[in-house]
């Protein structure tokens, strides 16, 4: 199957700072990526949908100024939690829609995001 | 509003079966599917239905029924690696994923 893959897997920064995470699409070309967060014990949350070369869509209740997505090729997406805080440790997943007609997306590893 | 609704949590033996319910409302259905997450991972993709009936892939069988708004993962010869969270999700008209909060698979020896 398709491999997506995340980076940093795991990232502890003081709060404050901005912590930049990338999704990567390794042997296809993803139309759509997704930014997802997920609580302990507690389902996925859709943050936004990230289109290659335009704006991403922001779920409600999302801050588009505080998680910037940028979508700049059809293999790398990239999250930035700015200005971190404390609330904002989560677990963040990205997965690749390839627009093929399985209508699978294909999950990053995942990050794990402590604010201290 | 769009809802999917699946057991918190299930207790089985290994060796066993298990059924994983899922029912689901949601504007425009363009599929469902099961993933399975351990606990600090992402999910993997287990079986994908747009058709009713039973999908089977080795131990693991996924049934549709559309009409009905209902799904169900059937886990056979149960191991203790399946202990994890099982995940039902219905992608809608738009195409976005529409989440149930997992069902957490408890196997016992």
């Known amino acids: 199957g398709a491999v997506v893959s995340q980076h940093p897997s795991r990232v502890i920064c003081k709060s404050g700072t901005s912590v930049k995470i990338e999704c990567r699409s390794l042997d296809f070309q993803a139309t759509t990526m997704f930014w997802y967060r997920q609580f302990p014990k507690k389902s996925l949350m859709l943050m936004a949908t990230?289109?290659?070369?335009?704006?991403?869509?922001?779920e409600q209740g999302v801050e588009k100024d505080k998680f910037l997505i940028n979508h700049a090729s059809l293999t790398l997406s990239t999250l930035t939690v700015t200005s971190a805080h404390p609330e904002d440790s989560s677990f963040y997943i990205c997965?690749?829609?390839?627009?093929?007609?399985?209508?699978?997306?294909?999950f990053g590893p995942g990050t794990r995001l402590t604010v201290l | 509003g769009q809802n999917i609704d699946q057991p918190t949590e299930m207790t089985a033996t290994e060796g066993a079966i298990v059924q994983i319910n899922c029912t689901y409302q949601?504007?425009?259905?363009?599929?469902l599917f099961w993933y399975q997450q351990h606990a600090g991972e992402a999910p993997t993709f287990l079986s994908y239905n747009v058709l009713d009936g039973l999908e089977e892939k080795g131990r693991f069988s996924s049934f549709l029924s559309r009409s009905k708004g209902y799904s169900y993962l059937l886990l056979k010869e149960l191991q203790m690696k399946d202990s994890a969270s099982y995940l039902c999700?219905?992608?809608?008209?738009?195409?976005?994923?529409?989440w149930g909060a997992g069902t957490k698979l408890i196997i016992k020896p």
């Open positions: 990230s289109n290659e070369g335009s704006k991403a869509t922001y």
């Open positions: 997965s690749a829609h390839a627009g093929r007609e399985a209508n699978e997306q294909f």
């Open positions: 999700a219905v992608m809608d008209s738009n195409y976005q994923l529409i």
């Open positions: 949601t504007s425009g259905f363009n599929g």
